[in-house]
């Protein structure tokens, strides 16, 4: 089992920016890969960014050069760095972890971008 808890969410102006946290219950390293996926009212959840073991990263064209993935695994945490937002970026953001095959999910974190 992996428990995943997100942090960081809130409301935010459009040009602004926040930083997402996700702290594992266990270490990155035994991890597969762990991504950030957003669903806004209405649509299905979407990838947003991706990140594995060895540190390679992945993102949406929607979010790429304003959103970036990354680690500190002293602390087992993930980190979604998110600038210049815009109001098309607001949605529920969840972490999640995939451990041997099985794929776990965060309670997910609320963003909301104003115009």
């Known amino acids: 089992q992996v428990q995943l808890v997100e942090s960081g969410g809130g409301l935010v102006q459009a040009g602004g920016s926040l930083r997402l946290s996700c702290s594992a219950s266990?270490?990155?390293?035994?991890?597969?890969?762990m991504g950030w996926y957003r669903q806004a009212p209405g649509k299905q959840r979407d990838l947003v960014a991706t990140?594995?073991?060895?540190?390679?990263?992945n993102y949406a064209d929607s979010v790429k050069g304003r959103f970036t993935i990354s680690t500190d695994n002293a602390k087992n945490t993930v980190y979604l760095q998110m600038n210049s937002l815009k109001p098309e970026d607001t949605a529920i953001y969840y972490c999640?972890?995939?451990?041997?095959?099985?794929?776990?999910w965060g309670q997910g974190t609320q963003v909301t971008v104003s115009s």
């Open positions: 999640k972890a995939r451990w041997l095959s099985v794929d776990f």
């Open positions: 266990r270490n990155l390293f035994s991890i597969n890969a």
């Open positions: 990140i594995t073991s060895v540190g390679s990263t």
